[in-house]
């Protein structure tokens, strides 16, 4: 069974910092694009970034301003997002996802809470 | 960035009816790398389809995919209660990945 598992998710203050991970199972992690995606509840999916299988190269989206790096650890199965300079506008629901070459992403984890506030 | 447009917002229906929604994007997705998701309250989204009609395993067939370039349509034939959900669609084939921003498929 495929399974993605976030954890360290929180309450922070903001400028505050955050690393979440996510735990793999049930896959070959190795060869999956991940990615980190966000919503704000009751509000719309947003992508986060991405990193390639061998965890060579990241892509973050614009608005993020260098604030977040992805990583990963293949030989724990292990994904991770740290969270730098955290802002209100920041709480959301962080979904960690995965996607094969030319395909969707098709395995999400179950999502975990990030809340800025003071 | 390509702007995927979902119509419409919200969508008033009653269980056995037909459902058509709409995705537009800003620019031809690449390679029709378009994909449809339902969501459900407190969950992580479902792949419904991919490649904008490849039905994802485990779909049931009263969901129908469509369309190309620019226009895309999610079709549910016969709503179930079970089908009652936000549903967004998705391109990947360019980055960023981009998210139309949802149709509420709500009970009328």
């Known amino acids: 069974e495929v399974q993605l598992v976030e954890s360290g998710g929180g309450l922070i203050q903001p400028g505050g910092s955050l690393r979440l991970s996510c735990a793999a199972s049930?896959?070959?992690?190795?060869?999956?694009?991940m990615h980190w995606v966000r919503q704000v509840p009751g509000k719309g999916l947003v992508w986060v970034s991405r990193?390639?299988?061998?965890?060579?190269?990241?892509t973050y989206a614009d608005s993020l301003k260098g604030r977040f790096t992805m990583s990963r650890d293949n030989a724990k199965n292990t994904l991770y997002l740290q969270m730098n300079s955290l802002r209100a506008e920041d709480t959301a629901v962080f979904y960690c996802a995965g996607q094969r070459t030319n395909s969707p992403i098709d395995y999400w984890g179950q999502g975990t809470l990030v809340s800025v506030s003071s | 960035e390509i702007v995927l447009t979902q119509s419409p917002a919200t969508l008033s229906l009653s269980p056995g009816e037909r459902a058509t929604l709409s995705c537009g994007a800003s620019q031809s997705v690449t390679r029709n790398f378009l994909a449809w998701y339902q969501q459900k309250p407190g969950l992580a989204p479902r792949l419904l389809f991919y490649d904008a009609s490849s039905r994802a395993t485990g779909i049931p067939d009263r969901f129908s995919g469509s369309g190309s370039g620019t226009d895309f349509t999610l079709t549910i034939s016969r709503l179930e209660p079970e089908d009652f959900a936000v549903y967004y669609c998705q391109q990947y084939g360019s980055l960023p990945l981009t998210f139309g921003g949802g149709t509420k498929v709500e009970i009328k």
């Open positions: 990193i390639n299988p061998d965890g060579s190269s990241t």
């Open positions: 049930g896959f070959t992690f190795s060869t999956y694009w």
